[in-house]
């Protein structure tokens, strides 16, 4: 039989069963619908996370995390007056920290861009504001440092000098509070919210405490000249404040009592920008060889791919089982047709038509409902993906309208290309396999008996 006849003599059967190829077509098309929008909803999620973990550094930035000695560089007790280190019997605890001398040798690495330092405010600091009060994160930085990272300025500049400062874009809104509205969580009303206050040249003051060894409490007040904001990344740099880092190197040493020199007794965390991607894989190979495992993006986007690839195959398995129902009702179908056409099929053998050929109709015609199904199936689940990203971009809209982050784009439902064409697929193999057993019986019939048959 050729193709053509066959298809030919399969629109003609399924034209001749309209209503009840449309009813069985359309559980398929339910199926197909679910499997499109639930392993797009999984989809759209890793696209989100994928771009939040990029955001904040992209693909080529490693973060070492380094331990730092506070024995004293000039003589004094260990740990800075913060008390004995863990592990010291009578001798130097040993680990290797990340002093001016690994950083030549980090920045000698090939493939590396770039490498700077952060050091942590290791005080108890308050940040105040006019009213407001808050405990941000704290960082000094070398000069050049937030350019490497590739930071950008919303306001004012990067270039930080003695008592200024930059701030992340989220600090004013998400570190800064009244203290008569303190409960972050609590959602006020539109007229009782308050306004964020624009940082941009206003003067910031850190109020630090330190114990003395008798309990007295000591407070320092350092004033801080915001000179720049930054751009929204989406990631840690949007809740940090940076300053020189000899301010806080300065500001450490007066909390711990002690002198504290980081080129020395180490940096607590390190930024490894690497050239491009390829290079990425290497040194975090020999940083970890170093002793130093870094943290990645990568690593989060390898371990967030992994999640999302078992969410996305548990939400397709479960859009399948109506599609599994949907196959129960297309071998309904093709019975029925059997029972209705048995003189029909009789005629064919007896006119020369082989078992192959019978099969290969009844299983065709399966696989056209299955087809249909998918079709129609693709159409819905598209346009289902369409609400669903209008009412989550209508959603996002009106927490940007309160003032809540704007750092996604509110495309919740993402199919990739794979997708449609996959759930079509699907749907013909779901239609030829609901399609096999009746297809058999159909080829199995005696044709005298089928000619008799009333």
């Known amino acids: 039989m050729k ?4 298809v030919t003599l399969v629109l003609s059967n399924l034209q001749r069963m309209r209503g009840r190829v449309v009813m069985t077509a359309a ?6 619908a679910a499997v499109l929008v639930l392993v797009s909803l999984g989809a759209g999620l890793q696209r989100q996370t994928r771009e939040s973990l990029m955001a904040g550094g992209g693909l080529t930035e490693l973060r070492v995390f380094a331990p730092v000695n506070f024995q004293d560089v000039s003589g004094g007790g260990p740990n800075g007056g913060m008390g ?3 592990e010291q019997s009578g001798r130097e605890m040993q680990f290797q920290v990340v002093d001016d001398r690994v950083l030549l040798e980090l920045r000698a690495m090939p493939g590396v861009e770039s490498v700077s330092v952060a050091e942590p405010l290791m005080a108890q600091g308050e940040l105040t504001y006019e009213k407001l009060r808050g405990f941000p994160s704290m960082k000094g930085v070398d000069p050049g440092a937030l350019e490497a990272w590739q930071l950008q300025a ?3 500049e990067l270039d930080i000098r003695r008592g200024q400062c930059v701030v992340g874009a989220k600090v004013a809104e998400s570190s800064l509070r009244d203290p008569d509205l303190w409960n972050a969580y609590q959602v006020k009303p539109e007229h009782e919210r308050r306004e964020i206050p624009d940082l941009q040249g206003k003067v910031l003051r850190l109020r630090l405490t330190r114990f003395s060894a008798d309990g ?12 720049g904001v930054l751009q929204q990344s989406g990631w840690q740099h949007d809740f940090s404040i940076y300053m020189p880092l000899r301010d806080i190197v300065d500001l450490n040493t007066w909390a711990q009592g002690r002198r504290r020199d980081p080129s020395r007794q180490g940096y607590a965390e390190v930024i490894v920008r690497a050239v491009d991607t390829r290079h990425t894989i290497e040194i975090e190979e020999k940083l970890t060889e170093m002793g130093f495992p870094p943290f990645s993006q990568r690593q989060q986007v390898e371990q967030a791919n992994a999640h999302f690839a078992t969410v996305q195959a548990v939400l397709g398995g479960i859009g399948a089982v109506a599609l599994l129902v949907a196959a129960f009702g297309i071998a309904n179908t093709m019975l029925m047709a059997i029972y209705e056409r048995t003189q029909e099929i009789g005629l064919m053998k007896a006119v020369g038509a082989t078992n192959k050929d019978v099969m290969t109709v009844f299983l065709a015609e399966s696989g056209g409902i299955g087809l249909m199904g998918g079709v129609g199936g693709v159409v819905l ?24 982050s704007a750092g996604r784009s509110g495309t919740v439902a993402y199919a990739p290309l794979w997708l449609p064409i996959f759930a079509v697929a699907f749907a013909l193999f779901v239609g030829v396999a609901s399609g096999a057993y009746p297809a058999s019986r159909a080829a199995s019939l005696s044709p005298i008996k089928a000619l008799k048959y009333e």
Do not use: Y
């Open 3 to 6: 193709w053509r006849d066959l």
């Open 27 to 32: 559980g398929v098309v339910i199926g197909t």
């Open 84 to 86: 004995p280190m863990p």
């Open 154 to 156: 919303a306001t004012g």
């Open 216 to 227: 007295t409490a000591l407070e320092k007040t350092v004033r801080l000249d915001v000179v």
């Open 381 to 404: 689940g598209v346009l289902v993906n369409g609400v669903i990203n209008v009412i989550s971009r209508s959603v996002l809209a009106e927490q940007v309208a309160a003032g809540a």
